[in-house]
T-cell receptor, first 116, second 112 residues
Framework: AQSVTQLGSHVSVSEGALVLLRCNYSSSVPPYLFWYVQYPNQGLQLLLKYTTGATLVKGINGFEAEFKKSETSFHLTKPSAHMSDAAEYFCAVSDRYGGSQGNLIFGKGTKLSVKP | DSGVTQTPKHLITATGQRVTLRCSPRSGDLSVYWYQQSLDQGLQFLIQYYNGEERAKGNILERFSAQQFPDLHSELNLSSLELGDSALYFC???????????FGPGTRLTVL
């Protein structure tokens, strides 16, 4: 069965500092990988996704993530944090094939705080 | 605005009751997914429909059921409600499996 582990339920950075949110997955075959962001009292918004091809994926709002098969990781980074990045971030996986294709399995989430 | 609408936004009810949550997918999307977000369980996939047919089930309780209608809107029915059913329920839609899912704003259910 697939699973996702997000290291750190809370991460705090200063404005302008590097953002690094960690995600490791477990899957018998290479899955599709996603990062979603949830702002307070809102639904989830897709930041970026990895399906095939280039392992470094660029998303919205300056975020990017790198798929590392050998480390089963898909960490999310942003070079310089903005106050508006404060939100909860979820890593997710889904099957490439089969009946469960498309169903997202989420990590527990990481709440990002940005200090002025 | 994702284009996915959910009603109602908030729902407060009592234990033992039954409620129906409604979701309208984005225009053209055939797949609808339901997720539950709670403090202790996190975000969990409940069930998926594609063009009116059930495609996959996740951690959905037997007290819960869903359907997708010919106009592609979907309803999630929760019955014999318990305190632990209090959560945010999200609907998402996509063109088909493994395409990007667009999430609605959610329905916050409070069971007293």
């Amino acid at each position: 069965a697939q699973s996702v582990t997000q290291l750190g339920s809370h991460v705090s950075v200063s404005e302008g500092a590097l953002v690094l949110l960690r995600c490791n997955y477990s899957s018998s075959v290479p899955p599709y990988l996603f990062w979603y962001v949830q702002y307070p009292n809102q639904g989830l918004q897709l930041l970026l996704k990895y399906t095939t091809g280039a392992t470094l994926v660029k998303g919205i709002n300056g975020f990017e993530a790198e798929f590392k098969k050998s480390e089963t990781s898909f960490h999310l980074t942003k070079p310089s944090a903005h106050m508006s990045d404060a939100a909860e971030y979820f890593c997710a996986v889904s099957d490439r094939y089969g009946g469960s294709q498309g169903n997202l399995i989420f990590g527990k989430g990481t709440k990002l705080s940005v200090k002025p | 605005d994702s284009g996915v609408t959910q009603t109602p936004k908030h729902l407060i009810t009592a234990t033992g009751q039954r409620v129906t949550l409604r979701c309208s997918p984005r225009s053209g999307d055939l797949s609808v997914y339901w997720y539950q977000q709670s403090l202790d369980q996190g975000l969990q996939f409940l069930i998926q429909y594609y063009n009116g047919e059930e495609r996959a089930k996740g951690n959905i309780l037997e007290r819960f059921s869903a359907q997708q209608f010919p106009d592609l809107h979907s309803e999630l029915n929760l019955s014999s409600l318990e305190l632990g059913d209090s959560a945010l329920y999200f609907c998402a839609s996509s063109v088909s499996g493994n395409n990007e899912q667009f999430f609605g704003p959610g329905t916050r259910l409070t069971v007293l």
